[in-house]
């Protein structure tokens, strides 16, 4: 008997003087995200012989412990209590945050307490960069500004061209390459402002951005330059149009500058629209109409009860519109026509034969004139008596030759014949 009670003397001061039991925590605090699978770990100091779960103030657990297997007498929710008495929660809620306690029995009587905090946590939508036109049209010279939004907070980002960086910034602390000193700038946090652009700035702009939890995205901008356009504008030919009803018109048309598409409307109806080219038109139900390959429209037969009023729209790859108005009158052929253009005819007959009589009438004149000349000149000549020695002698006049009138000249005319006389023998009386 003495023996017996020295042995159990010696356990005893051996286990008043042994490690009190304790139970380890490896995270005092746990976070999740709704849906996750979260463990709580714990692990006891010694072996125990049974323990509990809680939360709430309501036990969630509850083992016993016989060598060498662990019995799970009571669960109250979807749990599972691991060989290490660590608690494995499936699927966890936003309900499911808060302070867990465990506690556990030593077989020597010992207790031990422990907490866990688990957080739960919204699941957050995925983390993406949106950007505002994944391609941007740009005149050079103007200012342009790459829109990009994060779906998230980010911590730091940067905007890169040809593999080679353009700005860049951690937290709120931008920074600009030296090639676009003066030309680039952060806008808005997470946008790309560059002035001036030029042709060479055209290409793709490639935006990466990462959250503080390291979730990392890129999003792409392409970004076209081109020289300033020539101003769109439409020149009619003519923009009032009177033709006879039956007769082929053309409503001509000279446009100047880049046309990314257009239309013809008459009065309200659309007769032709076209996007790119000329060639891609739509269907249109009236025959005795064509657009030709300048944009003017072609109207093989017109009435009086066709359009009154044409319109056409152009449209500029900037977005600029022009437009141009034709109006058509179409008339019929009636009795006032027919009317007119005897008068008119009438008319000119009367004209010709006033000049024609006018003509006559000076020739008539001219005529006259020069037969007088012609008499008075005859006359002049036969009155010419020379007197030789005591005789008298009249020399024969040789008449005048014919008269071409189309060539007298009138200052020659009357002049002197050469009246040369030859020697005649006296006559005796």
């Given amino acids: 008997m003495e023996r017996a009670g020295f042995i159990i003397s010696v356990v005893c001061f051996v286990l008043s003087y042994a490690e009190p039991f304790s139970i380890f925590v490896y995270k005092p605090e746990v976070n999740a995200t709704v849906g996750d699978r979260v463990t709580l ?47 494995l929660l499936l699927s966890v809620t936003l309900k499911d945050a808060g302070d867990y306690w465990v506690t556990m029995d030593s077989p020597t009587g010992q207790e031990g307490k422990a907490k866990v905090t688990l957080n739960v946590f919204p699941k957050s939508a995925p983390f993406t960069i949106s950007v505002e036109g994944g391609k941007i049209n740009a005149v050079a010279g103007d200012t342009v500004i790459l829109s990009a939004s994060p779906s998230q907070e980010v911590k730091h980002g940067s905007w890169t061209f040809g593999g080679k960086a353009v700005a860049w910034w951690s937290d709120t602390s931008p920074e600009i390459s030296p090639d676009y000193s003066g030309r680039a700038a952060i806008s808005s946090k997470t946008s790309l402002k560059l002035k001036s652009v030029r042709v060479l700035d055209t290409g793709e702009y490639d935006v990466t951005m990462s959250t503080a939890s390291g979730d990392t995205r890129t999003a792409k901008i392409e970004l076209n330059v081109v020289t300033q356009p020539q101003p769109l504008s439409i020149s009619p030919e003519l923009s009032s149009i009177k033709a006879q009803s039956g007769a082929r018109v053309i409503l001509s048309v000279h446009i100047s500058g880049e046309v990314n598409n257009g239309s013809w409307v008459a009065n309200g109806e659309t007769l032709f629209q076209w996007d790119g080219t000329i060639q891609n038109t739509t269907q249109h139900k009236f025959f005795w109409i064509d657009l030709l390959p300048n944009a003017s429209l072609l109207l093989f037969s017109v009435h009086s009860y066709s359009f ?122």
């Fill in 308 to 429: 009154t009023e044409f319109t056409i729209t152009l449209e500029s790859p900037t977005g600029i519109s022009a437009s141009a108005i034709i109006t058509l009158q179409v008339f019929n052929f009636s009795a006032n026509c027919t009317i007119y253009n005897v008068g008119l005819a009438i008319a000119v007959l009367l004209v010709s034969v006033c000049i024609f009589l006018i003509g006559k009438h000076i020739y008539v004149k001219q005529h006259r004139a020069m037969g007088e000349i012609h008499g008075k000149c005859q006359t002049l000549h036969l009155l010419q008596v020379y007197k030789i020695g005591t005789g008298v002698a009249i020399q024969p006049i040789k008449p005048l030759p014919s008269l071409d009138r189309s060539r007298i000249d009138p200052p020659s005319l009357c002049r002197t014949p050469d009246l040369s006389l030859s020697p005649v023998t006296p006559l005796s009386f």
């Fill in 41 to 87: 770990p714990v692990r006891p100091s010694s072996p125990v012989s049974s323990g509990f779960w809680k939360f709430g103030g309501e036990s969630i657990v509850l083992w016993t412990v016989e060598p060498p297997d662990l019995n799970v007498a009571y669960t109250k929710r979807k749990v599972l209590l691991l060989d290490n008495t660590s608690l």
